[in-house]
T-cell receptor, first 114, second 115 residues
Framework: QKEVEQNSGPLSVPEGAIASLNCTYSDRGSQSFFWYRQYSGKSPELIMFIYSNGDKEDGRFTAQLNKASQYVSLLIRDSQPSDSATYLC??????????????FGSGTRLSIRP | GAVVSQHPSWVICKSGTSVKIECRSLDFQATTMFWYRQFPKQSLMLMATSNEGSKATYEQGVEKDKFLINHASLTLSTLTVTSAHPEDSSFYICSGGPGPTGELFFGEGSRLTVL
């Protein structure tokens, strides 16, 4: 089982709709979770982070975390063509040890169609 | 967010030569640097983790004698690909952290092409 799993997509969403991206992780001790956006040929850029169960909203983005189900998601409201990118879920595993490291999922390609 | 500068952005080299990639944290002290490699249409694969002043910790399957990592200061880490081969051609990305909320800050990436 991979440590961080995402559906690779592509996920096609009409402009203005809500895009829903999902991620599961295997390490129950994980404490911090991140969503990065990566445009083709570019480095990832941080969109959101979440630590606590529940929802966290920032503009058009909402991150949702359910530690019991080991599940984290990202919702993008009012999707825009500029949101078309690969979205990477990242998990800080073993966060309180010297072996702490951030592992990435394989990413979900999102395409917003006009 | 914090700034991590990576150089060079592009490098083309002949098979058998060595290539050095630099990663600098410009406005914060990165206690830990992570080096990732990304092949086309694949995710970021962690190669190694380095802490300032100590030896890097390599992930399983990554040859430490081939990918030399040096983290001599809190603002500079280097990755040297020794005796590069065409299969080493990839996008190499460094990241520094952790930030105040545990996040990583990424360099711009270095695209290596080995002929």
């Amino acid at each position: 089982q991979k440590e961080v799993e995402q559906n690779s997509g592509p996920l096609s969403v009409p402009e203005g709709a809500i895009a829903s991206l999902n991620c599961t992780y295997s390490d129950r001790g994980s404490q911090s979770f991140f969503w990065y956006r990566q445009y083709s040929g570019k480095s990832p850029e941080l969109i959101m982070f979440i630590y606590s169960n529940g929802d966290k909203e920032d503009g058009r983005f909402t991150a949702q975390l359910n530690k019991a189900s080991q599940y984290v998601s990202l919702l993008i409201r009012d999707s825009q063509p500029s949101d078309s990118a690969t979205y990477l879920c990242a998990v800080n595993i073993r966060p309180y040890s010297s072996a702490s490291k951030i592992i990435f999922g394989s990413g979900t390609r999102l395409s917003i169609r006009p | 967010g914090a700034v991590v500068s990576q150089h060079p952005s592009w490098v083309i080299c002949k098979s058998g030569t060595s290539v050095k990639i630099e990663c600098r944290s410009l406005d914060f002290q990165a206690t830990t640097m992570f080096w990732y490699r990304q092949f086309p249409k694949q995710s970021l694969m962690l190669m190694a983790t380095s802490n300032e002043g100590s030896k890097a910790t390599y992930e399983q399957g990554v040859e430490k004698d081939k990918f030399l990592i040096n983290h001599a200061s809190l603002t500079l880490s280097t990755l040297t690909v020794t005796s590069a081969h065409p299969e080493d051609s990839s996008f190499y990305i460094c990241s520094g952290g952790p930030g105040p909320t545990g996040e990583l800050f990424f360099g711009e990436g270095s695209r290596l092409t080995v002929l």
